[in-house]
């Protein structure tokens, strides 16, 4: 619950509990992802300096997310409400970023081989528009606390692909790969439809609004690639750079052995 929430109640409950548990199990999944990707030599810190500014600002929302259910779990609910103010303000970068990078990798003809260079210019934008979305339905829902953690919680399952793409053999799902790390992220709200379920014989409906969100955002994403209107977006967004001469539906060859892979270095 990276944002400002009220009426939450001081001593932990079981709601805590399993959104604690959540928000650790997707830092460490990120984590986890990034490092290991770094560990084996497929990206490195020799990156632009809008990379870096990307990856500062985007693990700081791990670290918001994290520490915003951590301190509903040890009853802090006063730092979390006031932790809550720059959580909204740090949306619009996160938005900003993400796009700006995305733009600059497909200029650069550098989207990662298993990726089709116009599905990743549109799935990337899409995502981090939609995660805002939901992130910012979730502080409109901040006195409905049932609500507000579960909007977030499907918002931040979205951030999940490219850890996902990280952690998982993208070369071996091609030419589904993005459409995989898509679905192993959906499995985060399934859970807790799940638990709902087990625990009160029913789902909450806000895991209907969080899942038909990031169901719309998949299937904008294919609309938009394999339609006329993705290829002019492609064509006008590469113009005069190197990503003009890359087939915006085709697929690069693999890097030589060993080297960076993710195309942000």
């Not at 990034?34 to 810190?45: A, I, K, W």
């Not at 040890?74 to 996160?94: E, N, T, Y």
């Not at 919680?153 to 071996?172: H, I």
């Not at 006008?236 to 892979?261: E, Q, R």
Request: hydrophobic share 50%; net charge positive; with cysteine.
């Amino acid at each position: 619950m990276a944002s400002i929430a009220q009426d939450v109640p001081v001593a932990p409950t079981t709601d805590d509990r399993f959104f604690v548990r959540g928000a650790i199990i997707m830092a460490i999944i990120i984590v986890a992802g990034f490092s290991t990707q770094y560990l084996m030599g497929r990206s490195t810190f020799a990156a632009p300096p809008l990379v870096h500014a990307h990856a500062f600002i985007f693990m700081g929302w791990v670290a918001i997310y994290l520490t915003q259910n951590l301190l509903i779990g040890s009853g802090r609910v006063d730092i979390h409400r006031k932790l809550g103010w720059i959580a909204v303000g740090w949306i619009f970068p996160m938005v900003l970023l993400g796009c700006l990078v995305t733009l600059a990798m497909v200029r650069r003809g550098q989207v990662p081989f298993f990726f089709r260079p116009l599905q990743f210019l549109v799935f990337d934008p899409v995502l981090v528009f939609t995660f805002a979305g939901l992130t910012l339905a979730a502080v409109t829902q901040r006195h409905r606390t049932d609500w507000h953690r579960r909007l977030h919680f499907c918002a931040m399952a979205l951030l999940l692909g490219p850890a996902f793409g990280r952690l998982l053999p993208m070369p071996l799902l091609q030419p589904w790969a993005w459409e995989t790390i898509f679905v192993v992220s959906l499995i985060f709200p399934i859970v807790g439809i799940l638990r709902d379920i087990r625990r009160s014989g029913r789902a909450h409906p806000a895991w209907r609004y969080g899942i038909a969100a990031m169901l719309a955002s998949a299937v904008l994403t294919e609309a938009i690639t394999y339609s006329p209107v993705g290829t002019s977006l492609y064509r006008v967004v590469t113009a005069g750079s190197p990503g003009a001469s890359v087939d915006p539906l085709g697929f690069a060859p693999p890097p030589p052995m060993g080297g960076p892979v993710t195309g942000r270095s």
